[in-house]
């Protein structure tokens, strides 16, 4: 059963636009949540996080909001640009140093 | 540069050879962990370690073994490999800030992927 969830596999955006990248939870124990990105023969890298008890966090073009009730984060991306073409993992922290992540979203950024 | 350093990036092999894929870090990180990447499945943890000599199960850890011997290093064995083992393999490492680690951000390795045949 699978505790966070990713139900775009992808997502195409013309550069400029903004990118919305959606994810559902269903365990409400979760302290934070996560957005991860992947390019293409790399690890992931860390992007940005939001505690469970805020609803919004910003780092420049990136935004993630939490809306608890309906157990669902996003991940706004303004404006979009090629370079953020890669996958995004959606990942949620379980207390103590549990990790549990999303199947990712790939986004395309075209130009 | 801090990193996360996995080795080998690729290998071939068959059923039942043992192999070690190796994963170091150089940031003095007390948690790492070992994930597996297969598609639709999003990454699924197989082992962690909080300490030396202190290893746990994830969500997947049948057919793996880990040791964490020195706080740099956490090897990930396969002792008998099947092909249901082929995937790509992720290690992550990260501090440990008290009881509750915040955000606790990991840092990842670059992946190896492995071919059982």
């Known amino acids: 059963d699978q505790q966070v969830k990713q139900n775009s596999p992808s997502l195409s955006v013309q550069e400029g636009r903004i990118s919305i990248l959606n994810c559902d939870y269903t365990?409400?124990?979760?302290?934070?949540f996560l957005w991860y990105k992947k390019y293409p023969a790399e690890g992931p890298t860390f992007l940005i996080s939001?505690?469970?008890?805020?609803d919004k966090n910003e780092d420049g073009r990136f935004t993630v909001f939490l809306n608890k009730s309906a157990k669902h984060l996003s991940l706004h991306i303004v404006p979009s640009q090629p370079g953020d073409s890669a996958v995004y993992f959606c990942?949620?922290?379980?207390?103590?140093?549990?990790?549990?992540f999303g199947a990712g979203t790939r986004l395309f950024v075209k130009a | 540069e801090a990193q996360v350093t996995q080795n080998p990036r690729y290998l071939i092999t068959v059923t039942g050879k043992k192999l070690t894929v190796t994963c170091s870090q150089n940031?003095?990180?007390?948690?790492m962990s070992w994930y597996r990447q297969d598609p639709g499945l999003g990454l699924r943890q197989i082992y962690y370690?909080?300490?030396?000599?202190?290893?746990d199960k994830g969500d997947v850890p049948e057919g793996y073994k880990v040791s964490r011997k020195e706080k740099r290093n956490f090897p990930l064995i396969l002792e008998s490999p099947s092909p249901n083992q082929t995937s790509l393999y992720f290690c992550?490492?990260?501090?440990?800030?008290?009881?509750?680690?915040?955000?606790?951000?990991?840092?990842f390795g670059a992946g190896s992927r492995l071919t059982v045949l």
């Open positions: 992550a490492s990260s501090l440990m800030i008290g009881v509750s680690s915040g955000a606790n951000v990991l840092t």
């Open positions: 365990n409400s124990m979760f302290d934070y």
């Open positions: 939001i505690s469970s008890i805020k």
């Open positions: 990942a949620a922290k379980l207390g103590g140093f549990k990790t549990i």
């Open positions: 940031m003095n990180h007390e948690y």
């Open positions: 370690s909080m300490n030396v000599e202190v290893t």
